[in-house]
């Protein structure tokens, strides 16, 4: 089976308090694009691999870490704890999405890996049931189940699908070479709740976005980080009518009211892509 997980990006994220789990809640607004791995599962009938087996390669974009801890094996092996009957698979996994960039390529692809073992092994289960193991390994892999726009709460696993459709306009994607982990990010924001919820800012014209529709995050990787304020305002001068940070970064993006020319030579030395 082939199959085609997406990215996101975060319009507006409030991170609004510190729990005691050592998490954080949040405020966002998640929003599918274009972007898109690729996915090729197939049932291992080789004898010489042992039941149970997930055996994954990767190419395009090159990702670190151990095979054994991606997050598509991780998919696997919790969906083979409730389903042990499930064959090896062999999973070739291509990827489009650059890493520790915020969009969610490694959430989509475990959710995506969920989904593809539920239809082709006809294990029935359901969104929900699909969105519950998905969130036993990583918050906004629930998310990624069913990808449409919503409203995410919690550490980002509760959902409120939301109408919200910007296929009119273009969305560029700026990825610089800086790594951001999660965790360095969330160690330099203080959480407060916002004035004014993210979900009631979108409501409005995208024009005002820019000056009300903020991601927490991004002040302060500024400060650490001052090319991602320098690529924002970059995005603004091609035409943007509302650019940010997407999660807790490093990828930008801006969106268009029309295709911006030259994007990709406008980014030396970054990942670039319009969808």
Known sequence: MITYPCAKINLGLN??????????????????????????IKVLNDCDYNEGQCVLAIDGISIEGDIKDN???KAYN????????????????????????????????CAYTITALNKMFNLGMSIPDMQYIASKIGADCPFFINPLPSFATGIGEHLRPI?????????????????????????????????????D??????ESWRYELVNDFEN???????????????????????????????????IFKHCPRNF???FDKCFTAIV
């Open 71 to 73: 997050l598509v094996v």
């Open 264 to 266: 990709n030579s406008s």
């Open 78 to 109: 919790i969906i083979r704890q409730h389903f042990p009957e499930i064959p090896p698979v062999n999973i070739k996994l291509t990827k489009n999405i650059p890493s520790q960039a915020g969009m969610g390529g490694g959430s989509s692809d």
């Open 15 to 40: 991170i609004v308090a510190r729990r005691n789990d050592g998490y954080h809640d949040l405020e966002t607004v998640f929003y599918p694009i274009r972007l898109s791995d690729k996915l090729d």
């Open 201 to 206: 800012i979108i409501e409005g014209p995208i």
């Open 163 to 199: 109408h919200l459709d910007l296929s009119q306009y273009y969305i560029g994607i700026v990825k610089p070479q800086v790594m951001i982990s999660t965790r360095e990010a969330f160690a330099h924001v203080t959480p407060q709740k916002p004035t004014r919820c993210c979900l």
């Open 220 to 254: 302060s990787i500024a400060e650490i980080y001052p090319e991602i304020a320098v690529l924002k305002q970059r995005l603004y001068d091609i035409g943007a009518i509302y650019a940010s940070m997407s999660g807790s970064g490093s990828a930008l993006y801006g």
